[in-house]
């Protein structure tokens, strides 16, 4: 007898959406086709709705250890499955950070048993941890190193050029950035208006952006290793980055993809404070020109949680960063039907591409034997996100009020169904994910 039977769901399987049924067993995929003589425990019938590969959010901030009370790893990952998402890459901006192989253990020792999604950990570069870096290869649950180019939330920062090179020398993962240039983040503080928002991306301007991604790219090609640039805000890295592809790929988000300056900043004030910056619609504008082409490699969330409170304080000592692992998979499916992407470019940003950026294991297709995690959506189904439903423990989102056509309605994780009809469903199963 089969653990769980999908039944007439139009199934994404090499490369198109075919109307069949899927079996799985022990959290695997067995069975692929024809399941009218099986017998099974439990059974979904996706009749009118798109049966996805797990969708999977490259890039948050749960904030475990030091800061749960604006979120941990139980509540970021229950957000995460009720927006769709099966599986999370976590980052080491927290305190301590997660920078050497004690803390590293530490993270995945928090996550058993506790985290409702399939989960892996960015281990924090700095100066001095090159010999930790040069362990990793193989290390279950890591998905690959963090270096902070420029400051953001956490005390984890590289920006020295010699220090960088040694970040990428010594580790044979990927090596995801934030990619902003410490020295004309410091020389532009000046810039700053107390109490104006808007000033923000005055501050932490274009040029600091994409002085930080040259360097790093040039870095990546010179000693032959993949950089990953995160969160891409500007029309001048896209070009550029569209340009050395190769061991380079970048991220965008779903909000420099929804919101811009000035509007968010004159809608959401501090809410809409991020690193690097929502910028004004020509940048906009080209990230979508990126999207459309296929230049970027991944969509990933950012969620970076902080309390309302906190939120609150005058700029700039208010915090930057914003939720979105509950809404990443609304947002795009909205966009999906807008028609500024295909579910195609879609699955591949959130399913396929991390798995050839990454290297993970058994996940990302449906594919006999791989892992049984997966995203049933409902293209039709209207949400309105609020407040009050936001999983994270910072208990807002900046899309709140916002109408998204398109919407999970099953999250599926190692074959238990997690998530259905927005309700969370049995105890948190999540596992680390593995790499090649």
């Known amino acids: 007898m089969l653990d769980l039977i999908i039944k007439n769901g139009e199934c994404y399987i090499d490369g198109k959406l075919n109307k069949t049924n899927i079996g799985i067993q022990n959290g695997k995929i067995t069975t692929i086709g024809d399941l009218s003589d099986e017998q099974s425990k439990e059974n979904i019938d996706a009749s009118n709705l798109i049966v996805l590969p797990g969708c999977m959010d490259t890039q948050v901030h749960f904030r475990e250890p030091g800061s749960t009370n604006a979120e941990d790893l139980h509540t970021g990952s229950k957000a995460a499955i009720a927006g769709g998402i099966t599986s999370v890459f976590e980052m080491p901006n927290t305190n301590p950070p997660t920078a050497n192989m ?10 058993k048993n506790r985290m409702y999604s399939n989960y892996a950990f960015y281990f924090g570069a700095t100066p001095d941890n090159s010999s930790d870096l040069a362990k990793l290869k193989g290390l279950d649950g890591c998905c690959g190193v963090k270096l902070f180019a420029g400051s953001s939330t956490g005390n ?29 983040i410091n020389l532009r503080k000046k810039l700053i208006e107390k109490g104006n928002v808007h000033t923000h991306p005055v501050w932490r301007n274009e040029e600091c952006a994409m002085s930080s991604t040259r360097r790093i790219v040039k ?14 805000t500007t029309k001048e890295e896209v070009d550029f980055l569209s340009q050395n592809k190769g061991n380079i790929t970048f991220e965008i988000t779903p909000q420099h993809l929804t919101i811009y300056a ?28 990126a999207i459309r082409n296929n230049y970027n490699d991944t969509i990933g969330s950012d969620h970076a949680p902080h309390l309302k409170e906190n939120k609150l304080k005058e700029y700039p000592q208010s915090p930057s960063g914003m939720p979105g692992v509950q809404t990443l998979l609304p947002v795009m499916l909205n966009h999906v039907n807008d028609k500024k992407l295909t579910l195609d470019q879609l699955i591949k940003l959130l399913c396929e591409n991390p798995v050839s950026v990454f290297g993970i294991k058994n996940k990302g297709y449906i594919k006999k034997d791989y892992d049984a995690d997966f995203t049933i959506i409902d293209m039709n ?8 439903n936001i ?13 998204f056509k398109g919407s999970p309605v099953y999250t599926i994780i190692n074959g238990d169904i997690k998530m259905k009809e927005d309700e969370i469903l049995g105890d948190p199963t999540g596992k680390p994910i593995l790499f090649d």
């Open 262 to 289: 000035p509007d968010c900043y004159d809608k959401l004030g501090t809410f809409a404070q991020m690193n690097p910056p929502l910028r004004d619609k020509s940048h906009y504008d080209r990230l979508w020109y």
């Open 381 to 388: 189904r209207t949400i309105e996100i609020k407040n009050e």
């Open 156 to 184: 984890l920062l590289v920006d020295k050029e010699e220090d960088i090179e040694k970040v990428f020398q010594n580790t044979s993962k990927i090596v995801a950035v934030h990619s902003e240039d410490e020295e004309i």
């Open 102 to 111: 004690k803390e590293f253990n530490n993270k995945l020792s928090l996550a």
């Open 391 to 403: 999983h994270s423990k910072c208990g807002w989102s900046p899309f709140d009020g916002y109408k």
């Open 219 to 232: 870095i990546a090609k010179r000693l032959n290793k993949k950089a990953h640039i995160l969160h891409v």
